[in-house]
């Protein structure tokens, strides 16, 4: 995948926080300084695009007087993923075919520090405000906001309090930009969907806190946006997007143990696509293509590199609810297959030429954890399952390339 050049050369990883991230949990430093450096990087992107574009110069002003109003709350508007998404894909691409999202930003951020806000022209029926909503428009054209009737739809939160540590994610079903992860989108949950879908977070929640307290501190430093996606009728999905810290889109009838899961999983490649924002781990130009044994088809060394650094902290998760008294044996079953994966990952990153020395640093540290999970005992039966297992996936692979 192409990278855009790392904008946030102003913000550094030390090398604890390296490691740190590397190890997979309790990494509140690390995420800090990922976020102090989305947002360098949202910041840069928006003065790019507003010096290189005079119709984004009004908007730009707008966030600065925002920003010169009150920091934080016209920081959190940068920071917001959509705006990041935007910024990107405007820069590698020009113009898109939707209106740009910098005047909804410059909107949010007007409304966040108490000025007069211009109302941009609407997407799709609604103005999003991002962080705080969205305002239902339809064609008639508004110069004056209002949050005070039904066409308002505020942004719901879903929060989860346990052993003191509190997740709180908003629930977004309602920003037209919300739909960057290549999967449609939900509409607007029903009040009985957003309950439904806040007890399973809760309970998701607990088993997280409970049994994997190192990853749910992870998550509750950085995680921050959830996004439902539409049912297909063809299973259930999860995704993350590169430029979109602390956001996932997931299918929103998750059990609560696929739901804690699934957090553990989708936080990993934002971590993970935040750190390549800094650090580079391997040459861009890698042409070779890699077995990944979770995915029928060959992969870049990106990919593979995302997958293994994924699935070891399911693989961790999975370890720790062994314990659990009737998620046990499937978690027995689920990380005696996942660590032989990861193990297997591993192997295809160690012949991998274009890894950097901090790329190989970066594999090393990811050994330590598949060590530690290979060492785990299992019921011989349940390995050989697992490893049988592998052994289909890799053959299908091979056949695959003939």
């Not at 697992?386 to 052994?391: D, F, K, Q, T």
């Amino acid at each position: 995948m192409e990278q855009l050049p790392r904008f946030s050369n102003s913000v550094r990883l030390t090398a604890p926080q390296f490691a740190q991230l590397a190890a997979g949990h309790s990494a509140v430093d690390g995420i800090a300084t990922l976020q102090a450096a989305q947002l360098s990087r949202s910041m840069l992107l928006v003065k790019w695009l507003a010096g290189a574009d005079p119709a984004l110069a009004r908007a730009a002003m707008s966030l600065a007087t925002a920003q010169r109003t009150c920091r934080p709350a016209a920081n959190a508007v940068l920071a917001h993923p959509w705006l990041s998404v935007w910024a990107v894909q405007r820069l590698r691409g020009g113009v898109t075919d939707r209106p740009d999202y910098l005047p909804y930003a410059a909107l949010a951020a007007t409304l966040a520090t108490g000025g007069v806000p211009r109302v941009p022209a609407g997407h799709l029926g609604v103005v999003p405000v991002p962080g705080a909503g969205a305002w239902r428009i339809g064609r008639r054209p508004r110069s004056r906001f209002d949050r005070s009737g039904p066409d308002w739809l505020p942004l719901r939160h879903a929060e989860a309090t346990h052993q003191s540590l509190t997740l709180r994610l908003a629930v977004d079903d309602i920003d037209p930009y919300r739909d960057c992860y290549g999967r449609r989108t939900s509409p607007r949950l029903t009040e009985a969907a957003f309950a439904s879908w806040s007890a399973n977070l809760a309970e998701a929640w607990r088993l997280l806190t409970t049994f994997a307290p190192g990853h749910a501190v992870e998550l509750a430093a950085g995680l921050r946006i959830f996004v439902p996606l539409a049912d297909y009728g063809d299973g259930q999905h999860s995704v993350t997007h590169a430029d979109a810290f602390g956001a996932f889109a997931a299918s929103f009838d998750l059990t609560p143990a696929d739901l804690a899961i699934t957090m553990v999983h989708e936080f990993q490649h934002s971590k993970l696509s935040g750190l390549l924002t800094l650090v580079r781990l391997f040459d861009d130009a890698d042409p070779m293509r890699y077995f990944a044994p979770w995915r029928a088809g060959p992969r870049p060394i990106s990919g593979l590199l995302q997958g293994v650094y994924a699935f070891t902290a399911v693989g961790e998760v999975w370890a720790s609810l062994r314990e659990h008294p009737t998620l046990g044996d499937g978690a027995t079953r689920q990380v005696a297959l996942v660590r032989l994966q990861i193990d297997r990952g591993i192997g295809e990153l160690r012949r991998a030429l274009s890894l950097t020395p901090a790329g190989h640093r970066w594999v090393d540290l990811l050994t330590e954890r598949s060590t530690r999970l290979m060492a785990l005992e299992v019921p011989p039966d349940v390995h050989e399952e697992a490893s049988r297992a592998l052994a289909r996936s890799e053959r299908a692979w091979l056949a695959g390339r003939r």
